[in-house]
């Protein structure tokens, strides 16, 4: 299983961005997918996450800034970020776990994208 995203860039503090995470190999199926990130000198964080049923949860620092999505057709995580803060930039990554084809459990990490927001 592979993980590409996209979307990462530089933008104003306030300013809005949207990453897109898609997963391809012999996927059976996926159960969660997650967007978590890392600043420089800091711990990776978990930052959105939606299970295939579409449960979400968000970390404090981005409830009501952030949205996570899902399209389980094309095997894609989304996050829609707003009203972005500097505090945001970090590295984004997108991580999931399911099923294979051949009924072994996968979980992988994406290379990860940057994300700067300037004051």
């Known amino acids: 299983v592979q993980l590409q995203a996209y979307g990462g860039g530089l933008v104003q503090a306030g300013g809005s961005l949207r990453l897109a995470c898609a997963a391809s190999g012999s996927i059976l199926s996926i159960n969660a997918m997650n967007w978590y990130r890392q600043a420089p000198g800091k711990q990776r964080e978990l930052v959105a996450s939606?299970?295939?049923?579409?449960?979400?949860n968000y970390a404090d620092s981005v409830k009501g800034r952030f949205t996570i999505s899902r399209d389980n057709a094309k095997n894609t995580v989304n996050l829609q970020m707003n009203n972005l803060k500097p505090e945001d930039t970090a590295g984004y990554y997108c991580?999931?776990?399911?099923?294979?084809?051949?009924?072994?459990?996968?979980?992988?990490w994406g290379q990860g994208t940057l994300v700067t927001v300037s004051s």
């Open positions: 939606i299970t295939s049923g579409g449960k979400i």
């Open positions: 991580f999931v776990a399911g099923l294979l084809r051949t009924f072994t459990k996968y979980d992988v």
